[in-house]
């Protein structure tokens, strides 16, 4: 196999920009179908992004015979039905972040993975992005010294209520939770791509806004195995007149790192200096993971986003909303 020819299962808005064009951009990949129920979207998506094959039914995309592999941007909780019926039909799959809505569906899906000796990797692509590769450089070099402590702040303002009618992301049947579990894998992904494993974590969560049933504020801690404490915090309902926050920062015992995840600025503090150091936001944000796993799809490079990375975020994510105190090793 020399192409991965690619089917999209649910071409909505995330993958107008962040990652549909991409499959045509990365060498070896050419995106040949999509799939949507809304025939109109759908026809439309395909013209626009010069789509070959068009099907408003996973499985007869899955089952197509110019398909080697699946990128599966659905929301979460059909994550596990599509992968593993991708899997089953010797198809590759790529898998939106969270891997699915469940620790339990994730296992399901590594299992069949697994034992078919399929191919699943999972889209968190913040790890391949230059921002972020450069934080694990000046970690690697040791730039701010032994690192002791990092905190994540997330605070959004809540919306008016109609924004959240028929919203999946706070329904938890479709999205496992509320906008933590939507953006949260994307940061606790950089904390073990940077750290390692977490040896205990445990959270609390509730629900501070009535706007919705899920949770909206989330506060979570780990130990990491290399001694390293983190504490998380987020809302998604902060008052009007409070500041919004995206922080990612890192504690070292010459300095720190400092970064937003979702923006493009690195504020790096050593000997008493104030470094930033900015990048250009990509035009696709998941075209250089796209490629890293176009070369593992075609046998010549590793996997760049296992389930078991992935898996770590879900558990962790798990025990901050529902309580449940785990080990990551166990």
Known sequence: MSLI?????????????KSGPAFNKVPNSKLMAVMRRDESLLK?????????????SASDLIHHPEIDAV???????????????ALRANKHVYVEKPMATTVGACLHMQKVANELNGKLSIAH??????????????????????????????????RPASYYINNWRVDKTQAGGGFFYDLAPHQLDLVFYFFGNAITYHGTSFNKSGLYLVEDTVHGEMQMENGVHFTGDWCFAIDANEEEQDTFIIIGTQGSIKFPVFGHVITLIRKGITEHIEFEPPVHNQQNLIEKVVTFFLGKGENPCTTDDALQ??????????????????
């Open 44 to 56: 439309d998506y395909a013209l626009r992004h010069n789509v070959p094959y068009t099907f408003t």
């Open 71 to 85: 990128y599966i941007a659905t929301p979460p909780h059909v994550h596990e039905l599509y992968a593993i019926e």
């Open 313 to 330: 975020s879900m558990r962790v994510m798990e025990a901050f909303v529902y309580g449940n105190k785990n080990n990551l090793n166990e």
């Open 125 to 158: 692509y913040r790890r391949q992005l230059p921002l972020f590769l450069k934080v694990k450089e000046l970690l690697e070099s040791n730039e701010i010294g032994k690192i002791t402590n990092v905190k994540i702040v997330m605070h959004k303002k809540a």
């Open 5 to 17: 020819r690619w089917g999209i299962i649910g071409c909505g808005n995330v993958t107008e920009v």
